[in-house]
């Protein structure tokens, strides 16, 4: 696997997660909590893939390749083109750069999971139920731990009416019981192998929020409205305390910019949601459909880069001349011409086939008779 088929194939999960990224905007308002986890969950996990697709196809397939690229930029290249070996220097350049950003990003996940494991014995014990609940010095209530969770809650509680400290509690478990701790990580974990890949985090974005009213309507199911006051005003608080000290892996409150959005849901848990306009299932379609013409397009880009590097060999050029048959203007990409190969120029071309199965190609000056 060449330096360039890997900055193409990372090109692509950008531009695809960028598609799926605008296409969930606009059909937001459409959408309640529970399909917009599942379409950001399905978004997140296309976008986290489609560079090990793309890796893997142009492994499986290394002739397979198309040429469309190359024949596109036929007529911008010179007759013979010399392998372009900076191409490939830069593309390893790219791919270096990346690859220590990544493995910056996960030794900083390694850093945090140790400190979100430590932060699974802080506290002392509140109550025992179907999970241990702790009071700590943490910005505001979360899941910790994994196989055996427990919920923290910050000191803060101490405030707050005792319905909402049991509203919390339930939020908590709401994320135990939908394992969304193991989740978090291994979303983390794509995260840190792709750090580069900003749409991957806009849609983790959008997941974090659904997923967390999910937890919220759960968490106040039946509470009245001056309950669901309280849980706001905390929910708000913990966001000011963990603006600086998000975890992990912890479930505490979703993005900031969702806490709008969440705090209507919160006091207005009935209300209507808003049907999008048509104009916007549109708009979602139109940038699915450029996603994927533009991952397509860096596809065939790639292949072409690939084919100006010289990585495969050198790659000999047929573009038809007028109106008249059998003449072609001949030109080299990737390397120069041999005594086995015409000089680049303007033939009189003739395509057989021999009995072996081979094709040979017999060329004569295009002015010459035969």
């Known amino acids: 696997m060449n330096a360039i088929a890997l900055v193409m194939s990372g090109a692509c999960g950008v531009i695809v997660g960028a598609g799926l990224a605008l296409a969930l905007r606009f059909v937001d308002p459409a959408l309640d909590a529970r399909r917009r986890h599942l379409a950001a969950s399905v978004a997140f996990w296309i976008t986290a893939a489609v560079p090990a697709v793309v890796v893997a196809s142009v492994a499986c397939f290394p002739n397979a390749a198309p040429t469309t690229g190359l024949s596109m930029l036929g007529p911008l290249l010179p007759d013979a083109l010399p392998a ?20 910056w990003r ?5 850093r945090q999971l ?62 135990a019981r939908r394992r969304d701790n193991w989740r978090l990580l291994a979303e983390h974990a794509a ?33 009245d409205g001056e309950t669901r006051a309280g849980y706001a005003r905390a929910l708000l608080d913990a966001l000011r305390r963990s603006a600086s000290a998000a975890g992990v892996a912890s479930t505490i409150a979703g993005p900031a910019f969702a806490a709008r959005r969440r705090v209507a849901a919160i006091i207005a848990p009935d209300g209507p949601a808003r049907a999008a306009h048509p104009g916007r299932w549109l708009a979602a379609f139109v940038a699915l459909a450029l996603a994927t013409g533009g991952a397509a397009i860096v596809r065939q880009a790639g292949s072409a880069a690939e084919a100006i590097a010289g990585l495969g060999g050198m790659s000999i050029r047929f573009a038809a001349v007028g109106d008249a048959s059998g003449t072609y203007r001949v030109s080299t990409v990737g390397g120069a011409s041999s005594g086995s190969t015409p000089a680049p120029g303007v033939y009189r071309v003739r395509f057989s086939q021999a009995k072996d199965g081979r094709w040979v190609v017999s060329t004569a000056p295009a002015m010459s008779r035969r």
Do not use: K, N
Request: hydrophobic share 50%; charged share 25%; aromatic share 6%.
């Open 191 to 223: 995260l840190a192998m792709l750090p580069w890949c900003r749409p991957l985090r806009d849609l983790h974005a959008q997941l974090l929020a659904a997923r967390e009213e999910l937890c919220d309507a759960d968490a106040l199911r039946g509470l």
């Open 114 to 175: 140790r400190r979100f494991r430590a932060l699974a014995f802080l506290g002392e014990s509140d109550r025992r139920d179907t999970l241990p609940v702790r009071i700590a010095d943490v910005p505001g209530a979360m899941l910790v731990g994994y196989r055996r969770p427990a919920i923290l809650l910050p000191m803060s509680v101490a405030t707050h009416p005792r319905e909402v400290v049991d509203a919390l509690v339930r939020h908590e478990r709401a994320h």
């Open 84 to 103: 372009q070996r900076w191409l490939l220097w830069l593309a390893r350049a790219i791919v270096g750069l990346a690859a220590g950003w990544a493995v």
């Open 106 to 110: 996960c030794l900083r996940l390694v």
